[in-house]
């Protein structure tokens, strides 16, 4: 998952539009590892959904999650997160972990009285300090930059996925022959009969791209903003990978159709 698909054999190409997996690049395919995978899996995601902010004191703390999304990324380039719903029970904590909105200065005990003076050192830990070049600060930006690495893996992810699905239709389309147009883009559980005789085949496509486009929309418009904020970050690895991902972000379709009539 480290790199984008651009090379497809039809053989493994089905007309469900799901493609038979193979596991051979993958040095823990045995089934003895795989039990413990998930077990493994099941720990990641209920220790991100523990750890969805980040203090700048509680430096041990810190330093543990950047080496559990490092764990992660292995797991997720190996092939272990690989399909929709793996995903999403990852994204929606780990997201929570990048955004630096969500990061405090020190301990804040939610049933103590907070005084003024703390509240106005959280107030400024959260408007600019946050962003300096501390020893307590980079540890905490070096665990945002690997997350946005597993983020990059899961980008290529939904690059391929589409782009499979975008490759199943074009050999349904050879492989019909031109006999029914509308048929090629037809679902399975969808009859060509329960079109409309007034629907063209534009619109056809139209609404198979867009269903396609939906059901891979991982990143909505509190990712974009997250990766806004990392660009006042003093750190240049966390400015650059930002900037990597922003593009990432919105050449997606562009890239896609680019590389799609590649892969053609």
């Known amino acids: 998952m480290d790199r984008q698909k651009l090379v497809f054999l039809f053989a493994d190409m089905t007309h469900s539009g799901a493609v038979r997996h ?3 690049d993958s040095i823990l395919s045995t089934c003895i590892i795989l039990p413990f995978v998930g077990q493994l899996k099941t720990w990641l995601s209920d ?6 902010s980040m203090i700048a004191t509680e430096v041990a703390r810190n330093y543990m999650i950047k080496q559990v999304l490092k764990l992660i990324y292995s797991l997720v380039d190996f092939g272990y997160y690989g399909d929709t719903d793996d995903i999403q029970k990852l994204l929606h904590p780990m997201c929570c972990l990048m955004d630096g909105r969500n990061d405090k200065p020190f301990v804040i005990q939610q049933e103590a009285v907070i005084s003024s003076d703390i509240q106005d050192e959280v107030k400024r830990y959260c408007a600019s300090e946050r962003f300096r070049k501390t020893a307590e600060n980079e540890v905490m930006a070096l ?5 946005m690495k597993v983020i990059e893996l899961f980008f290529n992810f939904r690059f391929n996925t589409r782009l499979t ?11 019909s022959g031109g ?16 079109f409309s005789e ?6 056809v496509a139209l609404k198979a791209i867009n269903d396609l486009f939906k059901e891979t929309a991982y990143f909505g418009k509190e990712f974009v903003d997250i990766l806004l904020d990392f660009l006042q970050y003093e750190q240049e690895k966390v400015v650059t990978e930002a900037l990597f991902l922003l593009t990432q972000y919105y050449s997606a379709f562009e ?7 590649d892969a053609q």
Not at 198 to 203: D, H, K, M
């Open 255 to 261: 890239d896609l159709f680019r590389k799609c009539i």
């Open 47 to 52: 220790f991100l959904t523990q750890n969805e």
């Open 22 to 24: 193979k596991r051979e």
């Open 179 to 194: 006999s029914d147009p509308v048929a090629p883009f037809a679902d399975d559980d969808t009859q060509v009969s329960e």
């Open 165 to 175: 699905r975008f490759i199943i239709r074009f050999r349904n389309v050879i492989e």
């Open 143 to 147: 665990a945002k930059y690997q997350a």
């Open 198 to 203: 007034n629907q063209s085949l534009r619109r």
